[in-house]
C-alpha cells in the first residue's frame, strides 16, 4: 500500500477540516476500469484506485483533505461507502477485485470492508472486515451503532455493529434458501427510528422487508414487486416513503424510460403505492435531508453503451422529484457529467453533488425552487465511482 498523498501538508488541513461543524463526503475512485467506444468495460491491473475525503463546508467551494490508496470500483450501486453521523469513520465496501487472467484482468467477488479513522491526522484506516460474497450496497443507521451491506452474489445481508472507532461483523441474514440462484442484493436503507430496512433484490425485481431489535435483524419472507431490475433504495427522512431506482436493463441504458417506485413505509405491510417515471437507465439515488425532494441520477447512455447506439449521449442527467406528503413527483431535469454514479446532498439540503466518472470531477448544483442549478465544480484525482456523506 502507498503512503497517504501530502500526509504532513494535510495534517494541518485536516485540524481545521474535521473541527466543530465539519460536513464531509467521500468518493470512491475506481482506477482499473475503462470503457471502450462499444461500451464495453476494460478492466486494467489493480493498485492505483482511491478514496478522497472532501470538506463541503463551503458550499461551492469544497476540498480535498486526504486521498488514501483503497480498493474501490465502479461494479455495483454507488453506495457501497458511508460517513458515521458523528464523522468519526468512514466505512468503504469493496465488492470485485480483479486477477490476472492470462494477458488480461477479469473482475471476481471480494468481501472486504475498510474502517477509516477520519479523526486520525492524516486519516488513516483501522481495519478490514469481511462480509460476504460480493458486497455491495451498504447503510449506516442514525444512531450510528448499526450498519448493513447488501451482499449481491450470495443473497445475504450482513451486520456490523459500530461503538466508537470498533467495527464488527456480528452475523447475517438470509433473503433467499441456501443455493439459490443470486437475487442479486443490491443496495440497502434504514429507516429514521432504525427498526426496518429495505433491501432491493435486482434479478427478483423485488424489495425485501427487514426487521431490526438491536442488533437482531430478522426476514419474514416479505417482498414487494416494484419494477424490473431495483438497483438502489433510499428512505425519506420522515421514514414515511421509501423510493426505489429501477434501471431497467441490468446497470445500462437502452434509450427506454425507467421508472422510481414508491413504497408507502406506513402500511401494514409497506407497499408500492406508485411509479414515477424518471428517464433512461436510474443508478444514483438521494434523498434531501431537509426532506421535500430526491434526485434519481440517470445514467443516460453516457459511457458504458455503444457510442453508435442511438440513445447514446455525453450527459447524465440528475432527475428531480418533488416530494409532497405520499406523492412524489418529477419537476425538472438537470445535465452533468458523463456517467455519473454517486450522488450526496449537503446536510441542509441545499446543494448537490454529483460525482461524474468519465470528468473525474464533481458537478455542484444549487436547489433553487423546483430545478437544480450548476454553481460550480470540483476535480478529483480520479474516476468517483461512488459517493457518500453522513446522510443518505
Given at each position: 500500500?502507498?503512503?497517504?498523498?501530502?500526509?504532513?501538508?494535510?495534517?494541518?488541513?485536516?485540524?481545521?477540516?474535521?473541527?466543530?461543524?465539519?460536513?464531509?463526503?467521500?468518493?470512491?475512485?475506481?482506477?482499473?476500469?475503462?470503457?471502450?467506444?462499444?461500451?464495453?468495460?476494460?478492466?486494467?491491473?489493480?493498485?492505483?484506485?482511491?478514496?478522497?475525503?472532501?470538506?463541503?463546508?463551503?458550499?461551492?467551494?469544497?476540498?480535498?483533505?486526504?486521498?488514501?490508496?483503497?480498493?474501490?470500483?465502479?461494479?455495483?450501486?454507488?453506495?457501497?461507502?458511508?460517513?458515521?453521523?458523528?464523522?468519526?469513520?468512514?466505512?468503504?465496501?469493496?465488492?470485485?477485485?480483479?486477477?490476472?487472467?492470462?494477458?488480461?484482468?477479469?473482475?471476481?467477488?471480494?468481501?472486504?470492508?475498510?474502517?477509516?479513522?477520519?479523526?486520525?491526522?492524516?486519516?488513516?484506516?483501522?481495519?478490514?472486515?469481511?462480509?460476504?460474497?460480493?458486497?455491495?450496497?451498504?447503510?449506516?443507521?442514525?444512531?450510528?451503532?448499526?450498519?448493513?451491506?447488501?451482499?449481491?452474489?450470495?443473497?445475504?445481508?450482513?451486520?456490523?455493529?459500530?461503538?466508537?472507532?470498533?467495527?464488527?461483523?456480528?452475523?447475517?441474514?438470509?433473503?433467499?434458501?441456501?443455493?439459490?440462484?443470486?437475487?442479486?442484493?443490491?443496495?440497502?436503507?434504514?429507516?429514521?427510528?432504525?427498526?426496518?430496512?429495505?433491501?432491493?433484490?435486482?434479478?427478483?425485481?423485488?424489495?425485501?422487508l427487514l426487521d431490526i431489535d438491536g442488533t437482531t435483524v430478522t426476514y419474514k419472507g416479505y417482498d414487494m414487486i416494484t419494477g424490473v431490475f431495483p438497483f438502489n433504495v433510499q428512505i425519506t427522512p420522515d421514514g414515511k416513503l421509501g423510493l426505489v431506482n429501477n434501471n431497467g436493463n441490468a446497470?445500462?441504458?437502452?434509450?427506454?424510460?425507467?421508472?422510481?417506485?414508491?413504497?408507502?413505509?406506513?402500511?401494514?405491510?409497506?407497499?408500492?403505492?406508485?411509479?414515477?417515471?424518471?428517464?433512461?437507465?436510474?443508478?444514483?439515488?438521494?434523498?434531501?435531508?431537509?426532506?421535500?425532494?430526491?434526485?434519481?441520477?440517470?445514467?443516460?447512455?453516457?459511457?458504458?453503451?455503444?457510442?453508435?447506439?442511438?440513445?447514446?449521449?455525453?450527459?447524465?442527467?440528475?432527475?428531480?422529484?418533488?416530494?409532497?406528503?405520499?406523492?412524489?413527483?418529477?419537476?425538472?431535469?438537470?445535465?452533468?457529467?458523463?456517467?455519473?454514479?454517486?450522488?450526496?446532498?449537503?446536510?441542509?439540503?441545499?446543494?448537490?453533488?454529483?460525482?461524474?466518472?468519465?470528468?473525474?470531477?464533481?458537478?455542484?448544483?444549487?436547489?433553487?425552487?423546483?430545478?437544480?442549478?450548476?454553481?460550480?465544480?470540483?476535480?478529483?484525482?480520479?474516476?468517483?465511482?461512488?459517493?457518500?456523506?453522513?446522510?443518505?
Amino acid at each position: 500500500m502507498q503512503k497517504i498523498l501530502g500526509a504532513a501538508a494535510l495534517a494541518a488541513a485536516l485540524g481545521l477540516a474535521f473541527g466543530a461543524q465539519a460536513q464531509i463526503i467521500v468518493s470512491g475512485n475506481d482506477e482499473k476500469a475503462n470503457y471502450n467506444d462499444a461500451g464495453q468495460m476494460v478492466v486494467g491491473p489493480p493498485g492505483k484506485d482511491t478514496v478522497s475525503i472532501i470538506d463541503i463546508r463551503n458550499r461551492t467551494q469544497p476540498r480535498i483533505v486526504a486521498t488514501l490508496p483503497l480498493i474501490n470500483t465502479i461494479v455495483g450501486p454507488p453506495t457501497n461507502l458511508a460517513v458515521t453521523p458523528d464523522e468519526k469513520l468512514a466505512i468503504v465496501v469493496n465488492s470485485l477485485d480483479v486477477v490476472q487472467d492470462g494477458d488480461k484482468w477479469k473482475t471476481v467477488p471480494d468481501d472486504r470492508v475498510f474502517v477509516i479513522d477520519l479523526t486520525a491526522k492524516p486519516p488513516a484506516i483501522i481495519a478490514t472486515l469481511h462480509a460476504g460474497k460480493q458486497a455491495s450496497g451498504m447503510a449506516i443507521n442514525r444512531a450510528g451503532t448499526l450498519a448493513l451491506i447488501a451482499n449481491r452474489a450470495d443473497n445475504t445481508v450482513s451486520v456490523l455493529t459500530i461503538s466508537g472507532k470498533d467495527v464488527k461483523v456480528v452475523g447475517s441474514v438470509a433473503l433467499a434458501p441456501a443455493g439459490a440462484p443470486s437475487q442479486q442484493l443490491s443496495a440497502v436503507a434504514i429507516t429514521p427510528d432504525g427498526k426496518r430496512a429495505l433491501v432491493v433484490k435486482a434479478t427478483a425485481n423485488k424489495a425485501a422487508l427487514l426487521d431490526i431489535d438491536g442488533t437482531t435483524v430478522t426476514y419474514k419472507g416479505y417482498d414487494m414487486i416494484t419494477g424490473v431490475f431495483p438497483f438502489n433504495v433510499q428512505i425519506t427522512p420522515d421514514g414515511k416513503l421509501g423510493l426505489v431506482n429501477n434501471n431497467g436493463n441490468a446497470g445500462e441504458a437502452d434509450g427506454q424510460v425507467d421508472t422510481v417506485a414508491v413504497i408507502d413505509m406506513e402500511m401494514n405491510p409497506p407497499r408500492v403505492v406508485d411509479q414515477v417515471v424518471v428517464g433512461d437507465a436510474p443508478e444514483g439515488l438521494v434523498v434531501s435531508p431537509a426532506g421535500g425532494y430526491a434526485v434519481s441520477l440517470l445514467t443516460n447512455g453516457s459511457g458504458n453503451v455503444p457510442k453508435s447506439a442511438f440513445f447514446h449521449h455525453e450527459h447524465s442527467i440528475a432527475a428531480l422529484l418533488r416530494i409532497e406528503g405520499k406523492k412524489v413527483r418529477k419537476v425538472s431535469e438537470t445535465e452533468v457529467g458523463g456517467l455519473a454514479e454517486g450522488i450526496v446532498f449537503s446536510p441542509d439540503g441545499k446543494y448537490l453533488y454529483v460525482a461524474n466518472f468519465l470528468d473525474s470531477d464533481i458537478t455542484i448544483l444549487r436547489l433553487r425552487g423546483n430545478k437544480l442549478v450548476p454553481v460550480g465544480s470540483l476535480k478529483l484525482p480520479g474516476h468517483p465511482a461512488s459517493m457518500r456523506g453522513n446522510t443518505p
